[in-house]
T-cell receptor, first 117, second 115 residues
Framework: AQKITQTQPGMFVQEKEAVTLDCTYD???????LFWYKQPSSGEMIFLIY??????QNATEGRYSLNFQKARKSANLVISASQLGDSAMYFC??????????????FGSGTRLSIRP | GAVVSQHPSWVICKSGTSVKIECRSL??????MFWYRQFPKQSLMLMAT?????????EQGVEKDKFLINHASLTLSTLTVTSAHPEDSSFYIC???????????FGPGTRLTVL
């Protein structure tokens, strides 16, 4: 069975600093995808970044990058130059199987990130 | 990006009544939709996978007779909470799978409060 672990329930970071949110996963599948979502207080799930298990390069999307270490089964999210609007819950998630499949996405427990001005 | 809507955005009902929540993909056809439940300060827990034209697949521990799912068209899935009780109060979120881009888009969620 697949499992996602986020060990940081909460983090405080000074504005403009970089922050790393940890995520480890466990799966017996060779093909899988890893996601990070942001959930502000409104409740909507905002997609941030995706990494496929066969992708050779770490994914990047603007200020977001995913530090993918396959052997260690970790997929940490790095946010550069944090902003006050980055304060939210962040969820790491995984989908087993190739991206071309409508497989279910399973979520970690989340990390609440608070940015200090 | 693609848009997924949910209706209603919030609902308050009395214990023992049934509540229907709709999930619509507005600009794409979704053969598969997923229903999640999120209690306060917790993560999203997958309840069931809804496939158009077939029976939903429920996760272990989710009562299929209590949480009725209907995916009658390629753009609409509904979740009905039957005989709701206060412990069913939660945030319900759907997501829709878009082919061929293989992305999943989340709806804005429905907050259910059972009195």
């Amino acid at each position: 069975a697949q499992k996602i672990t986020q060990t940081q329930p909460g983090m405080f970071v000074q504005e403009k600093e970089a922050v790393t949110l940890d995520c480890t996963y466990d799966t017996s599948d060779q093909s899988y995808g890893l996601f990070w979502y942001k959930q502000p207080s409104s409740g909507e799930m905002i997609f941030l970044i995706y990494q496929g298990s066969y992708d050779e390069q770490n994914a990047t999307e603007g200020r977001y990058s995913l530090n993918f270490q396959k052997a260690r089964k970790s997929a940490n999210l790095v946010i550069s130059a944090s902003q006050l609007g980055d304060s939210a819950m962040y969820f790491c998630a995984m989908r087993e199987g190739r991206r071309s499949s409508a497989s279910k996405i399973i979520f970690g427990s989340g990390t609440r990130l608070s940015i200090r001005p | 990006g693609a848009v997924v809507s949910q209706h209603p955005s919030w609902v308050i009902c009395k214990s023992g009544t049934s509540v229907k929540i709709e999930c619509r993909s507005l600009d794409f056809q979704a053969t598969t939709m997923f229903w999640y439940r999120q209690f306060p300060k917790q993560s999203l827990m997958l309840m069931a996978t809804s496939n158009e034209g077939s029976k939903a697949t429920y996760e272990q521990g989710v009562e299929k007779d209590k949480f009725l799912i209907n995916h009658a068209s390629l753009t609409l899935s509904t979740l009905t909470v039957t005989s709701a009780h206060p412990e069913d109060s939660s945030f319900y979120i759907c997501s829709a799978y878009k082919f061929p881009t293989n992305e999943q888009f989340f709806g804005p969620g429905t907050r259910l409060t059972v009195l």
